[in-house]
T-cell receptor, first 111, second 114 residues
């Protein structure tokens, strides 16, 4: 099953709070897990990515947590800012050949 | 500047017409991809190409066609057989970096059927 399930569909967070987006997969052939950020009318841009043999990766305010046994991974945005308001997609590479996307989470950060 | 250029940004098509969306990259990437984005459905893979003169169907290839005659170009034709072509189309190219594959996206073409 080449699917990545993402939740929630939308998220509202106060400035300074933590935004958490969750994703799950079933196919163990997925071998690399990126997160993308997309602003309206623009193409997605890579935010951060993780390999399945790593449990956590942090870049600035963005952290990926990865649970290989549960086949779940999540994005944490610390100290969320209004400029973080965008749509976030988790994704997974299938044999480094096909990139499969989750359905997206629309994040709104209010001052 | 290196990057991916999609044109046009907006495209209007009459029902029954074929239209071709352009995607050009100067990143020297081997692989290129086409995705369709609809509200609430994320990005769905239409076609992809790992090398010149070769391409594979993605999950929603019906009603679309592609060609890959040059490394830097991967045009997508939306044919009249595509029943619901109104969508945001995104092109990407990929390269292997630091233990994984990174995809770079263009700014998209918004196609509307009138």
């Amino acid at each position: 099953q080449q699917q990545v399930k993402q939740s929630p569909q939308s998220l509202i967070v106060q400035k300074g709070g933590i935004s958490i987006i969750n994703c799950a997969y079933e196919n163990t052939a997925f071998d690399y897990f990126p997160w993308y950020q997309q602003f309206p009318g623009k193409g997605p841009a890579l935010l951060i990515a993780i390999r399945p043999d790593v449990s956590e990766k942090k870049e600035g305010r963005f952290t990926i947590s990865f649970n290989k046994s549960a086949k779940q991974f999540s994005l944490h945005i610390m100290d969320s800012q209004p400029g973080d308001s965008a749509t976030y997609f988790c994704a997974a590479w299938f044999y480094t050949d096909k990139l499969i996307f989750g359905t997206g989470t629309r994040l709104q950060v209010f001052p | 500047d290196g990057g991916i250029t999609q044109s046009p940004k907006y495209l209007f098509r009459k029902e029954g017409q074929n239209v071709t969306l352009s995607c050009e990259q100067n990143l020297n990437h081997d692989a290129m991809y086409w995705y369709r984005q609809d509200p609430g459905q994320g990005l769905r893979l239409i076609y992809y190409s790992q090398i010149v003169n070769d391409f594979q169907k993605g999950d929603i290839a019906e009603g679309y066609s592609v060609s890959r005659e040059k490394k830097e170009s991967f045009p997508l034709t939306v044919t009249s057989a595509q029943k619901n072509p109104t969508a945001f189309y995104l092109c990407a190219s990929t390269t292997y970096v630091r233990g994984g594959t990174e995809a770079f996206f263009g700014q998209g073409t918004r196609l509307t059927v009138v």
